[in-house]
């Protein structure tokens, strides 16, 4: 088991509403990353960072910012909340070792749902 | 644009029997993993390829990949219930071995 933590698991909440997705992780990780998936169909890296006071924008172009004051710590943050930002976001880490290929650790996911 | 894509969509099979899922992709790639989700969870690693590498195993996992062809095989023996889930490869390519394509993934159904 990954000892990577996202809260909350699952969240209702009306159009127009300010949220914030936590993300933690124990491990020490220097990259983290938050997907979104939707129901059936493949991952989409939205914002990724490669250590503290770096975030960079992912493939899929979101409404979401991210920030990473701290190491272990990667929340996201939805300034007002859309029906068609409804889906499940979810929250990696990896621990960028050298000389070959990352593996990435998932936390269980937000399922996200706007009324 | 999406790298990875999975085939078939969907497979199901009785428990005991032998399951293979392939994965194509469109451009050189630096490594290629599988990942395996069960339904509303996150994702878990099972495997990485990286392209130097034709064969790979890990206890009843066995990945093959053609860098000719631009595909991968991911290949369960022996399949359980337990092993229902979806099945995703991912690509790193270009000038990062962090930055992740997921294909739409495999379902795949082991019945008992």
């Known amino acids: 088991e990954a000892d990577i933590y996202q809260t909350p698991r699952y969240l209702v909440i009306g159009t127009g509403k300010k949220i914030t997705l936590e993300c933690s992780q124990t491990m020490g990780h220097d990259k983290m990353y938050w997907y979104q998936q939707d129901p059936g169909m493949e991952l989409h890296l939205i914002h990724y960072s490669y250590g503290v006071n770096s975030t960079e924008k992912g493939d899929l172009s979101s409404e979401s910012t991210v920030s990473r004051i701290r190491t272990e710590h990667f929340p996201l943050t939805l300034e007002s909340a859309r029906p068609s930002h409804t889906s499940q976001y979810l929250c990696?880490?990896?621990?960028?070792?050298?000389?070959?290929?990352?593996?990435?650790?998932f936390g269980p996911g937000t399922r996200l749902l706007v009324l | 644009s999406q790298q990875g894509e999975e085939d078939p969509q969907a497979l199901s099979i009785q428990e005991g029997e032998n399951a293979t899922m392939n994965c194509s992709y469109k451009?050189?790639?630096?490594?290629l993993q599988w990942y395996r989700q069960n339904s509303g969870r996150g994702l878990v690693h099972l495997i990485l390829?990286?392209?130097?590498?034709r064969e790979k195993h890990s206890g009843r996992l066995r990945v093959t990949l053609d860098t000719s062809k631009k595909s991968s095989s991911l290949l369960i023996t022996a399949s359980r219930a337990a092993d229902t889930a979806s099945y995703f490869c991912?690509?790193?390519?270009?000038?990062?071995?962090?930055?992740?394509?997921f294909g739409k993934g495999t379902l795949l159904t082991v019945n008992p």
């Open positions: 990696a880490s990896s621990d960028g070792l050298a000389g070959g290929g990352e593996t990435q650790y």
């Open positions: 390829i990286r392209s130097n590498e």
């Open positions: 451009t050189s790639i630096n490594n």
């Open positions: 991912a690509t790193a390519s270009g000038g990062s071995n962090y930055k992740l394509t």
